[in-house]
């Protein structure tokens, strides 16, 4: 395939003030990001791109990612976390092939899905479901959203 041999290289917009999201503490999300994609990501400091390094798919999965990251900027801020001890209102069973859909690249579904909501939410792995903490209101539209989320996770 094509797509998956020739080396090519590309451009992704980047407001200047988002660089450092994409970049991550220390270059780690980019690091993660080229690991996962197989695509070189550049910061060209001289204009607002990023130059994207790689085969024609690791350049379009990079782009992908760029996107989940970049959504973020628009969210509305996070709910605050609940106290340490104050034990959670409800849990959400999310199904092993839908948790990568729910969390997202970065976390990027999930911290979308707690703005929109104002439902705190932390992963528990071991059981395999999602914590969620607010007001009944908040848990009950976390609950609906999760539930939209897993129905696209089981269409694709």
Do not use: F
């Not at 992908?64 to 106290?83: D, E, H, K, R």
């Not at 969390?103 to 479901?129: E, F, H, L």
């Not at 007001?135 to 976390?142: N, R, T």
């Amino acid at each position: 395939d094509v797509d998956d041999v020739n080396t090519i290289e590309d451009s992704y917009e980047c407001p200047q003030e988002a660089v450092g999201m994409v970049i991550g503490k220390g270059g780690s999300r980019v690091k993660r990001l080229e690991e996962e994609t197989g695509c070189r990501v550049i910061h060209d400091k001289e204009s607002n791109y990023l130059i994207l390094k790689g085969t024609r798919r690791a350049c379009r999965d990079a782009k992908v990612q760029i996107a989940a990251i970049l959504s973020t900027l628009s969210m509305p801020s996070m709910p605050p976390p609940p106290a340490a001890d104050e034990p959670h209102a409800a849990e959400k069973l999310i199904p092993h092939e839908a948790i990568g859909k729910v969390m997202g690249y970065a976390g990027s579904n999930i911290k979308r899905v707690q703005a929109d909501t104002q439902c705190w939410m932390k992963w528990d792995k071991p059981a395999g479901s999602m914590q969620l903490w607010g007001s009944e209101e908040q848990v009950e539209a976390g609950k609906r959203k999760l539930d939209e989320v897993i129905q696209e996770a089981r269409a694709q």
